[in-house]
């Protein structure tokens, strides 16, 4: 029996993070080795996805920068159409942090901040289309704020760069923004989810701290390439939850601030078609560019 390739984004993201906390129990349940491929941008492993065969050996887990990023581009080779959910594995919310020099505490401090001066501040993300990126471009759209953005190739490079005062700001994973905010290295502003971080709850989110309707942050999930037959999709999906059932397994998803997530197929499914019209809007809106 041959290997399962699992595509999924580049080393220490939060689906690579994802895929490997969940990859080696489903192998053990499946008898048989889940092998990670990790490719640099979404795009890139979106048109090998799209493009694979659909015999269940070649499978995506990926962010919803899977079906945003058609929003953000003129040409991208792949559709989500081309593609089948499996699994909704986890969603995470992002945080709002600033360099301790920054003299701003709070989400309205830092919009008043950027108003008084305009193409000043900068903010920090990883990859372009990324949730990082997003988050930013939708925060200076519903602000009104005109705030440079510097991208990085990583979110690690990002967090140093916003560590080290050369970049005041930026949107960041929980797993790479709490021990940077423990330490003291980082100021927590709010978090991006609708409700509170249970790993930080006593952060406001954007939203409730004076931008209404914000809403960002990082949802994972499996995707196989249309036309996978339903049996191997339902397969797939139970032994998904199965995994995700485990106690170490939660608490070590927990601890990055990723709340996992689980159901049927067509949970995922009114995930990213509710998420795709809800983002879309705003990206279209705010003129988002990654290319």
């Known amino acids: 029996m041959k290997p399962i390739r699992l595509l999924t984004a580049e080393i220490g993201g939060g689906s690579d993070y994802t895929a490997r906390l969940i990859a080696q129990p489903m192998s053990e349940s499946l008898g048989q080795s889940i092998v990670i491929d990790n490719r640099p941008g979404g795009v890139i492993i979106g048109e090998l996805a799209a493009k694979a065969n659909n015999d269940g050996y070649t499978l995506l887990l990926y962010s919803g920068s899977l079906w945003q990023m058609p929003y953000m581009r003129e040409r991208v080779q792949y559709n989500i159409k081309q593609f089948t959910p499996i699994i909704f594995v986890s969603a995470s919310p992002l945080i709002a942090v600033v360099h301790p020099s920054v003299p701003v505490k709070s989400i309205p401090e830092l919009i008043n901040l950027a108003k008084t001066k305009p193409g000043i501040l900068n903010y920090a993300s990883g990859p372009l289309g990324a949730a990082p990126h997003l988050a930013g471009e939708l925060f200076k759209y519903l602000a009104r704020v005109d705030i440079v953005h510097i991208p990085f190739k990583g979110v690690g490079l990002a967090v140093n760069e916003v560590i080290s005062g050369r970049v005041q700001l930026m949107f960041t994973s929980v797993g790479a923004g709490v021990p940077q905010i423990k330490n003291g290295r980082l100021r927590a502003l709010a978090v991006t989810s609708p409700e509170p971080s249970k790993l930080l709850p006593e952060l406001p989110t954007v939203a409730s701290a004076g931008l209404p309707g914000f809403e960002a942050g990082s949802n994972n999930g499996f995707f196989a390439p249309a036309g996978t037959a339903r049996s191997i999709i339902l397969r ?22 990723m709340e996992l997530i689980g159901g049927p197929p067509e949970r995922f499914t009114k995930l990213i078609q509710e998420d795709s019209a809800r983002t879309g809007k705003l990206i279209q809106a705010a003129r988002i560019r990654a290319e």
Do not use: R, T, W
């Open 236 to 257: 797939l999906n139970q032994i998904a939850n199965k995994a995700m059932e485990k106690n170490e397994i939660q608490d070590k998803f927990f601890n990055v601030g």
